[in-house]
């Protein structure tokens, strides 16, 4: 993606998800002139302890980082991702996860 030079939008958003399969799942994909700042992802373990990752396409952000049943962890270290990065969530266990998703999406198109 070329510098943006021209007008563009800048809205503020969020974004819920729940998994319940030990699984690595595409949540946010970022268009071709977007550029997106994740803001913070908090994480629920709804139905019992269970570990998370974050990956942007498949590179980790965080790893393996434990969230106890009925326990809330939340990570609020800004990064971006661009044209045609995937924000990814990784669940390691079979037992249901909410997670909550903050981000501000920039659009040159």
Known sequence: MA???GGGTEVLKGVGFTYSSAATNSSITSGTHEILTILSATFT???GANNISILVDNEYVVYNQSVPASGTFVWDNKFII???DIFKIR???ATEVMCYV?????DWS
């Open 82 to 84: 661009q044209a045609g």
């Open 45 to 47: 373990a709804t139905g």
């Open 3 to 5: 510098i943006p030079s």
């Open 91 to 93: 669940i390691h266990t």
């Open 102 to 106: 903050s981000y501000i999406l920039q």
